[in-house]
């Protein structure tokens, strides 16, 4: 990996590239925040639990969360473990 620079986004997340200037936004590789990794875990986890329970309708942090969005953070997830 030598040659490789690297530089933190705004939101906290990193891009890792040979030369980050000229980089279009579709090239860069996207690393998620520990904070969106502790997000997607509470979604999934309330999410199959409720799903245990029969309960039909899954808040986090006040947001109905639907299926679309329990799919997104069950990927996030998986990126997570491939990388541990």
């Not at 799903?51 to 997830?77: D, N, P, R, S």
Request: hydrophobic fraction near 30%.
């Amino acid at each position: 990996m030598q040659g490789l620079q690297k530089a933190e986004n705004g939101d906290g997340s990193v891009i890792i590239s040979e030369n980050l200037r000229f980089l279009t936004d579709t090239e860069k590789t996207y690393y998620p925040t520990p904070e969106q990794f502790a997000l997607a875990h509470e979604i999934v986890d309330t999410y199959d639990d409720n799903e245990k329970k029969g309960i039909t309708e899954t808040y986090v942090q006040g947001k109905l969360i639907c299926a679309a969005v329990y799919k997104e953070a069950k990927e996030l997830l998986e990126v997570e473990k491939q990388n541990h």
